[in-house]
């Protein structure tokens, strides 16, 4: 499960690495809240009334009408810094009683319940495939900030790079990661879907 490497890796952070730079404005600690949140929002959105209807059927959607149409970089970073303060002293026992948290709404759920974001309904399948997407990356960014590694199973780390390659195809660069994943040609320095 993402969730577990995600807190295998946390675990692994020394004590003098929470302040280092880890991608871009982030520090480690900053970089753990923002792949918290992938955990966090599923609780907030759970505790929520379900959407009365299907607005983005996959997950791909979600990427193509929400988070491509409407990001804000400067508000995301914030709320990866607030999310890594509230975090506090012990993140790993934090991260694993939101997961718990998490688990535990989850296993009451219909199998057709539909997610409300902004209004936007999205089935919860569908929805928790952008969490599997940004756990995956962001722990493996931690992992390389830290000097660890992020042991995730294949079937987690493909269905993260078919979600990036979907991505990709949704903001007319799908030919250019093709290419570059089949040895083609190369991806432009800062290239990225996201």
């Known amino acids: ?17 929470w302040d280092a730079a880890a991608l871009g404005v982030w520090n480690v600690r900053s970089l753990v809240g923002h792949t918290a949140r992938a955990v966090i929002t599923v609780i ?6 379900p959407a009365g209807q299907i607005d983005m ?16 970089p400067e508000a995301i970073a914030k709320r990866g810094v607030d999310a890594g303060i509230a975090l506090g002293d012990d993140p ?3 991260i694993e009683r939101l997961v718990e948290r998490a688990m535990a709404l989850l296993e009451t759920q219909p199998s057709d319940r539909l997610v409300s974001l902004g209004g936007m309904g999205i089935p919860l399948d569908e929805y928790l495939k952008t969490r599997i997407f940004e756990l995956v990356v962001h722990t493996m960014d931690i992992a390389r900030a830290t000097g660890q590694t992020a042991d995730f199973a294949p079937q987690l780390i493909e269905a993260a790079a078919s979600m990036a390659a979907g991505i990709a195809a949704r903001k007319g660069a ?20 996201v």
Request: glycine share 10%; charged share 20%.
């Open 57 to 72: 059927p996959t997950a791909g959607d979600y990427y193509g009408q929400i988070y491509l149409a409407y990001t804000n």
């Open 1 to 17: 499960m993402a969730c577990r490497t995600f807190i295998d890796v946390v675990s692994g952070i020394r004590d003098d690495q």
């Open 174 to 193: 799908g030919e250019q990661v093709l290419m570059a994943l089949t040895g083609r040609e190369p991806l432009p320095s800062g290239f990225s879907v």
């Open 92 to 94: 790993s026992t934090a």
């Open 44 to 49: 907030d959105y759970l505790e929520l009334d």
